[in-house]
């Protein structure tokens, strides 16, 4: 395909967040989120390989269903308003249609099957657009219809998804997999964290964006599938494979990093909210989700690669380059800002 | 109205239980479309007019999803040699 055609594609898929955020009514939500779809399967099937064109016709049926039922549900609360006595039920059936719709075309935890399935076919760039940047239209939807009715149906989709998102990765060797479900984990607090406040959802959105994208990038350069495969693809480029250690150890939320700051910003909101239950729910979920982001760190870190020689290694020689050194120390400010926002008046 | 989501409701059963052809799945998400579209019409009959608006988007929205959609077919006939849903990878 021709590159001169990619910006429309991106253009169209920001055009259609701004629709959303910017309307209040249920038939441009729905306009938003078919835009961004329609435009982001183009982008899906660039390099026309059988896996990928497999991969985003998963993600298309999947993506149309929601939408259909997402319109469904608006159809059905604007045929309540002039039906007399059932109004309210109608409305409420149709607000839940809508969440379950947006829930399915994000990928929260008990509609979350096809994540895994797209993300494992697709390439580590079009991968990494889909569980960050194809996510903000949904969530854009939620933070507005996380009215009382539907915030304690969205604060236990967002539990299950942090255990689930922890349970899914125990078993995988896969790298793509592994993101994705790291990604299903960090939703489950994305989307807490947008019915606590739609700031605080925002602000640990940019933090899994900033974190994410470089990982996404170096495995990218690496080109590995599997954990195997990333250790040799490592074998001579030791510094790459300090950060990407460190880099999953942030992800992970371990607290001299920077993935902790979100995690510690999200939680000192929810025990002043009082949702202890959830706070506890949600900790045991990246408890678990722990042990795989610690496996490939220690995989990056510690282990040697077959017949690895260190003195053949010229340290001074690696070339570092801008992401990574920005990655660097972005994980490494993690305490100073968990420092500095702890000395803030309340 | 009722009959609509009826429709809707076995064309969502027809696009679940669906294993053979990826057409006959395309075919359902056109007929839940079309069945939306029913919907908006009965809507609009019962009083409310800025439905219609809306049933104009929903048509033009749909035959673009259901272009992707051919297109995508296409593109899965071209790599695997046919659309049954079993030559899918499922991993």
């Known amino acids: ?346 | 109205m009722l009959i609509m989501i009826l429709i809707f409701l076995i064309a969502l059963l027809g696009l679940g239980l669906s294993q053979t052809h990826l057409l006959s799945v395309l075919l359902c998400l056109e007929m839940m479309m079309v069945s939306l579209y029913l919907g908006l019409g009965m809507v609009s009959i019962s009083g409310l007019h800025y439905p219609l608006m809306i049933a104009l988007v929903l048509l033009t929205f749909s035959a673009c999803e259901a272009s992707s959609g051919l297109a995508l077919l296409v593109l899965i006939s071209r790599s695997h040699g046919s659309d049954l849903l079993k030559s899918f990878n499922l991993s």
């Open chain 1, 1 to 346: 395909m021709s590159p001169y055609i990619s910006p429309l594609f991106s253009i169209t898929m920001i055009m259609s967040v701004m629709l959303i955020s910017s309307s209040g009514h249920w038939v441009f939500m729905w306009l938003g989120l078919e835009l961004g779809t329609l435009a982001f399967i183009p982008i899906l099937v660039w390099w026309h390989s059988s896996l990928e064109v497999e991969a985003t016709v998963k993600y298309f049926i999947v993506q149309a269903m929601a939408a259909a039922v997402f319109f469904l549900g608006g159809m059905v609360s604007l045929s309540g308003d002039f039906m007399g006595g059932v109004n309210q039920l109608m409305g409420n059936i149709g607000d839940m249609m809508i969440m379950l719709a947006v829930v399915t075309k994000l990928g929260l935890a008990p509609f979350h099957y096809w994540v895994v399935d797209v993300v494992q076919g697709l390439n580590y760039i079009p991968g990494a657009v889909l569980l960050t940047w194809q996510k903000v239209p949904g969530l854009a939807v939620l933070t507005q219809l996380a009215t009382c009715n539907n915030s304690s149906m969205l604060l236990l989709f967002g539990m299950v998804s942090a255990l689930v998102g922890g349970l899914g990765g125990l078993g995988q060797t896969q790298m793509r997999k592994l993101l994705a479900f790291s990604s299903i984990s960090h939703l489950g607090w994305l989307v807490v964290g947008c019915v606590a406040g739609s700031l605080l959802g925002l602000s640990y959105f940019t933090l899994y964006v900033v974190l994410s994208i470089p990982l996404f990038s170096i495995l990218h350069m690496l080109n590995g599938g599997h954990l195997n495969q990333l250790r040799t693809g490592l074998m001579f480029n030791p510094l790459m494979s300090v950060l990407l250690g460190v880099g999953f150890l942030s992800l992970g939320g371990l607290p001299p990093f920077f993935g902790f700051f979100g995690k510690w910003l999200l939680l000192t909101h929810f025990v002043g909210q009082l949702l202890l239950g959830v706070s506890v729910v949600l900790i045991t979920g990246t408890l678990i989700s722990l042990f795989y982001y610690l496996r490939v760190s220690y995989l990056c870190i510690v282990v040697l690669g077959p017949q690895q020689i260190m003195s053949g290694l010229n340290w001074r020689k690696m070339q570092l380059s801008g992401l990574m050194s920005g990655l660097l120390v972005l994980n490494m400010l993690g305490l100073f800002l968990v420092g500095g926002a702890s000395c803030l008046p309340k």
